[in-house]
């Protein structure tokens, strides 16, 4: 198991690909957060926010980075041929994907942690500036707070599952193309729909789809009227994410690389 | 002579780059079957999208008085939808003749209560809209949408004379008062109705005139007040003070003996007409003058009917058709490479650019027929299903129609030829197709989708205006209408460009993309 997670590392670290991608969550999620923060304007009236799930919007776009990451962990191998020779060196396909696994959210999970700071850093200092301040009755942003800090955690946590699902759907499919598009329908997709359905259906369609029962974890204020309480939702989402890891198995073992 | 009527060599060449394209393109059966893929799911989810929408409206607070089906919403001349509420005072006036009336005042309150309950005259203040009218109407019926030509003095945009809805011209300016009355006068000859204004009842200036088709011999003549709701939807009302009126075949006041009592009309005011009102229009006559008060509008009506449009629908299945469309306006360049058949391809054609041009021309294609199928199919059977569910649709002529199908498939070919482009500098498919998604789709988003259009609000409308998104203005169907205060805005409905300016946009992002990948594809070796 420690070679297969060495072999797999090298493949990881030595592919110019794996860097972009990197610097690529860090500077979309970091700007997305930016952009919103700074767009956001909050008339004293209105509907009560959440700034802390305000400034962690930035996710909402980085993890289509992280799940293309993922996607091509598996996917470029079977593009380029080197599956052959991995599984070669590694016959044991169990081992295999559970060596890119671990490499790939570990990947993920370092990467998620700046970017999830910079989201906050970004909402600490532009969203007072928006109306989201104490005087408006919003405490400043700081991970010293509960469910701060439980964000913070949870979208670190969500980053690195996404990596899991992306990885599992790369490994079902081996098609790199069709793998990126079917990663991010599946993530994008279903909210979309959620707004434009009305009645339980919207309800049912936020708890059960992976990017919006997965990012309940971000919410800070009225958790009760959630579609899905945070942790439970994060569970969803590993849910998604074994389930996909698990296909990918069954299809790596059933057929030919 | 056959050298000028046969075809030049570059362009014989590119017709078999366009023949070679082609044929690899419709040779790949996962791609057709993806194509099918996404006509078809934008068909089915236009047909859920319009099969969860169901209209019901209550005319009461009581339960009991709620059923299905939308409000009544007038049609007007051109088959446009209309707001036609008001209050007329009117006699019945046979062959030519004329009208001409003093207006002294004009004030109006405004509903002031909690946006949730019916408005009444109880919780009001004291205010006047900028449309409020009262002038002289002549209409052939008082059924609403009816054709009719009036003159009249508004809340804030001065004298007016306006026809069938749609039609305005401005007269003198400036707000009425009892040391600034207004003189107005209307008269028929023939089918032609001309409006007057004069600020001394002496000296008289024509403000329009109209020529209306089939008026009869016997009209309705008289006085009117409406008043529409404000821009952020409160109901109001306007009264009105005539005096001097003077009516008949000419315009002297010994004619008003002969033509008989006023009759007042509240016209547009059931519970099952769509308009706002605060109920309580009528008339009051004292010796000298006339008092109406009316709340309602002569005018277009706008999204304020909460309706829909026939392209309501459509927009998920179109989402799903991009991205479709972009994973395979992505392989179509990136499996070349990755397979080694674009040294083949260069090979046959050793004009790049030509290969690039031969690829933008297919994939465009099929992606603008995959588009404007699907929405040729779905419009008629969303409008068809949301009608069923007692919806209301707002009226498109044919040609605003084609427009949308036109826009559907223009949408998704720009689209799928950028990407193609994005393909081709990236060279890998995940790269790019995480490229076209984030920057073609997700804007999109913003609109109806995640953020919401009310929370973001200010970002989403400049996404709308300056990203790809932009390109979804081509779906606009909402009519606006300069002689409503409306707030135009996306938490309404409302695009903010006009639709061939948001498809330009697009049109930008996709020839900037392909002009970048033409440069690349010729610097760079295969």
């Not at chain 2, 068809?384 to 949308?404: C, E, K, W």
């Amino acid at each position: 198991m420690t070679d297969a997670l060495r072999a797999e590392w090298t493949k990881l670290r030595t592919v110019t690909g794996t860097w972009w991608l990197v610097v690529g969550v860090l500077a979309l999620s970091v700007a997305a957060s930016a952009g919103i923060a700074a767009s956001t304007h909050v008339s004293p009236g209105g509907a009560s926010q959440d700034p802390t799930k305000l400034s962690l919007i930035g996710v909402d776009l980085g993890q289509a980075v992280v799940a293309v990451l993922a996607v091509l962990a598996i996917t470029e191998e079977y593009g380029t041929g080197v599956i052959r020779v991995t599984l070669t060196a590694t016959p044991r396909r169990a081992v295999m994907l559970s060596a890119k696994a671990v490499n790939i959210a570990g990947l993920a999970l370092i990467t998620a942690v700046p970017a999830v700071v910079g989201c906050l850093i970004a909402g600490r200092l532009l969203l007072p500036q928006a109306g989201l301040d104490p005087a408006h009755g919003y405490a400043l942003i700081s991970i010293a707070h509960g469910p701060t800090l439980r964000a913070a955690v949870g979208s670190v946590l969500y980053l690195g599952l996404i990596a899991l699902l992306g990885l599992g759907i790369g490994a079902v499919l081996r098609d790199a193309a069709v793998s990126t598009g079917i990663v991010l329908g599946l993530l994008y997709l279903p909210p979309l729909f959620a707004q434009l359905v009305s009645g339980p259906w919207r309800r049912h369609i936020q708890q059960l789809a992976p990017m919006t029962a997965g990012l309940a974890i971000q919410a800070t204020r009225n958790i009760r009227t959630l579609p899905i309480s945070p942790w439970a939702g994060l569970a969803v989402l590993a849910a998604w994410a074994a389930g996909m890891l698990l296909i990918g198995l069954a299809v790596l073992k059933a057929r030919d690389a | 002579m056959s050298s000028l009527t046969e075809p030049s060599r570059s362009s014989r060449s590119f017709r078999a780059a366009l023949r070679a394209e082609w044929t690899k393109f419709r040779t790949v059966r996962g791609w057709m079957i993806g194509l099918v893929f996404a006509a078809l799911m934008v068909v089915l989810f236009t047909f859920l999208q319009a099969n969860g929408k169901h209209t019901g409206y209550c005319t009461t607070p009581n339960p009991s008085s709620c059923v299905n089906g939308h409000q009544y919403v007038p049609s007007g001349p051109d088959g446009e939808a209309v707001a036609d509420t008001y209050e007329l005072v009117a006699k019945q006036l046979t062959g030519d003749g004329t009208i001409t009336a003093r207006i002294t005042s004009l004030v109006g309150r405004i509903w002031a209560g909690p946006a949730n309950e019916a408005p009444s005259l109880a919780d009001t203040e004291s205010g006047l809209t900028s449309w409020a009218k009262a002038g002289l109407l002549i209409t052939p019926s008082t059924r609403q949408g009816s054709s009719y030509a009036a003159v009249m003095t508004t809340g804030g945009h001065g004298v007016r004379f306006q026809y069938d809805y749609t039609n305005d011209q401005a007269g003198l300016p400036g707000s009425i008062s009892g040391t600034a009355p207004r003189w107005l006068r209307l008269t028929r000859t023939g089918n032609v109705i001309t409006g007057y204004d004069s600020s001394d009842g002496t000296h008289w200036h024509t403000v329009g005139s109209a020529q209306l088709a089939h008026l009869p011999t016997t009209v309705y003549i008289g006085l009117f007040a409406t008043s529409p709701t404000t821009s952020q939807g409160s109901a109001t009302t306007a009264t009105a003070s005539f005096d001097d009126i003077a009516i008949g075949p000419q315009a002297d006041r010994a004619a008003q003996a002969t033509s008989g009592p006023w009759h007042s009309m509240s016209i547009g005011t059931g519970p099952r007409d769509f308009y706002t009102t605060l109920r309580n229009s009528g008339y009051r006559q004292t010796s000298d003058s006339i008092l109406v008060t009316g709340s309602g509008d002569i005018a277009p009506a706008v999204a304020e009917v909460g309706g829909d449009t026939a392209s309501d629908s459509l927009l998920f299945g179109l989402v799903i058709a991009l991205i479709v469309l972009i994973v395979i306006g992505t392989m179509f360049i990136t499996s070349e490479y990755r397979r080694g058949l674009i040294r083949t391809t260069f090979a046959a054609t050793p004009d790049r650019g030509r290969v690039l041009a031969a690829k933008a021309v297919v994939i465009g294609g099929v992606a603008f027929a995959v588009g404007a199928v699907a929405s040729a199919v779905a419009i008629p059977l969303g409008e068809h299903v949301m009608s069923g569910n007692g919806n209301y649709i707002f009226p498109a002529d044919s040609l605003t129609v084609a427009r949308v199908i036109v826009g559907s498939g223009a949408l998704v070919a720009l689209t799928a030829v950028a990407v193609l482009g994005l393909g081709t500098i990236l060279r890998r498919s995940a790269g790019a197709i995480l490229a076209g998604v984030v920057v073609f789709v997700l804007p999109t988003f913003t609109g109806p989708g995640i953020i919401g259009p009310t929370s973001a609000g200010s970002a989403a409308t400049w996404l709308y205006r300056v990203t790809p998104a932009a390109g979804f203005s081509m779906l606009g169907l909402l009519p606006r209408s300069g002689l409503v205060s409306y707030q135009y805005t996306m938490g309404n409905g409302y695009y903010p460009l006009p639709p061939w300016a948001g498809l330009l946009v697009l049109a930008t992002y996709t020839t900037v993309a392909l002009s970048a990948a033409r440069v690349v594809l010729r610097r760079r070796d295969a």
